[in-house]
């Protein structure tokens, strides 16, 4: 199934942060540029919601198994093509 929704690419967004994020998403704890890129498309938006994702995720608050469970049922509930 593809994509619904075309995500921006990282260091495609003309937009000051938006690459950044990005580059973070791929090499920072999140290591998914895909869903990023497609909340990147809204910036305000991407800006915003990466620090709640940090505070609710980040710092191994939750187990990597977990985590990683959490991540395949929302894909799973959201009818992505992980």
């Known amino acids: 199934m593809a994509s ?3 995500p921006v690419s990282e260091g495609a ?3 000051a942060g938006v690459n ?5 998403a791929r090499e920072g704890w999140w290591q998914d540029t ?3 890129g497609v909340i990147g498309r809204v910036p305000s938006l991407l800006n ?3 620090p709640v994702f ?3 995720f980040g710092g191994g608050r939750i187990e990597a198994h977990i985590f990683e ?3 395949l049922k929302t894909g799973q ?6």
């Open 20 to 24: 950044e994020r990005l580059q973070q």
């Open 77 to 82: 509930i959201n009818d992505c093509a992980y």
């Open 54 to 56: 940090e505070s609710f």
């Open 34 to 36: 895909q869903m990023f």
């Open 69 to 71: 469970m959490m991540r």
């Open 4 to 6: 619904r929704v075309v």
């Open 13 to 15: 967004s003309p937009v």
């Open 48 to 50: 915003s919601i990466v």
